[in-house]
């Protein structure tokens, strides 16, 4: 085992930091929660029971069931923002496993990237050996911090901090108050799809077998198309997942549905490395 230990206190740290952060983004993330149906299973298939969640919670009225939600999400306040959470969604799921999705990956994985600039310029040293420790570049920040394995317990982290300041809080007033922010997000998403998706040139034929790759892992990343620089980082790490090689990234962006500022910066932090 490598002694990564301080990294891990390091992102914890950094999650403990951009903790008002992450609870905005969970209340942004909500608002419009109270407008979906609320579902029952019936013979197995989920089906709308007649109010929304909004309409229930008002009325203090449980939002999901002891037998289709998790079990971690149990015990939950009648009409919370938790209880919500454990909700079914249409797809048979609960509504948690869309946040986990949505606003915790993507959260925590930023927080652990923050964490790993933090190391490398505070501790140009210790980075540089933890990179050498798990076998990736210094270099490149989001695979050091995939190699080293500290999103997944700090996602358990984040949603402990997400449910000790929300979870028992009404759906209702935790959609209120992140009524702001979502505005704000709407107004981005407005805007990036405003921006005309560039043409892209035809690719060689040598090129065919690494695009394949690359359009995969575009998708599986759950990026905004076109992709912004603000998930450069995200796409980056996709695209190493593929097994693509850094001096093939240059040639394949300028096939994607990227942002010219966001292939930028990817060839920045290439460079870099």
Do not use: K
């Not at 609320?38 to 007649?50: E, F």
């Not at 069931?65 to 048979?92: E, K, M, T, Y």
């Not at 040293?125 to 394995?149: K, S, Y």
Request: with cysteine.
């Amino acid at each position: 085992m490598f002694d990564v230990d301080w990294m891990g206190l390091l992102t914890r740290e950094v999650l403990r930091e951009r903790t008002p952060a992450l609870i905005a983004e969970a209340c942004a993330w909500a608002v419009g929660l109270s407008d979906r149906p609320h579902l029952r299973l019936r013979a197995g298939v989920p089906q709308p029971s007649g109010p929304t969640l909004g309409e229930r919670a008002a009325g203090g009225l449980p939002l999901s069931s002891d037998d289709d939600g998790r079990l971690d999400l149990g015990d939950a306040v009648p009409g919370s923002f938790q209880d919500a959470l454990n909700a079914l969604a249409p797809d048979g799921t609960v509504h948690a496993e869309r946040f986990d999705d949505e606003v915790l990956v993507p959260f925590v994985h930023a927080t652990c990237v923050t964490a790993a600039e933090r190391a490398r310029t505070d501790r140009p040293a210790a980075w540089a050996e933890l990179a050498d420790d798990v076998g990736e570049d210094a270099g490149d920040l989001a695979a050091v911090v995939r190699a080293g394995e500290w999103e997944a317990p700090l996602r358990i982290a984040a949603e402990h901090l997400v449910l000790a300041a929300l979870g028992a809080q009404p759906l209702l007033e935790v959609e209120t108050e992140g009524l702001p922010l979502s505005l704000v997000r709407a107004a981005e998403t407005a805007t990036r799809a405003a921006v005309p998706v560039p043409e892209v040139p035809a690719p060689d034929d040598g090129l065919a077998g690494a695009l394949f790759l690359a359009r995969a892992a575009l998708e599986a990343s759950g990026c905004t198309v076109p992709v912004p620089p603000t998930e450069a980082d995200l796409l980056l790490a996709a695209l190493a997942d593929t097994g693509l090689e850094p001096d093939e990234l240059p040639t394949v962006l300028p096939h994607l549905p990227v942002e010219e500022s966001t292939i930028t910066r990817i060839t920045a932090t290439l460079s870099d490395g």
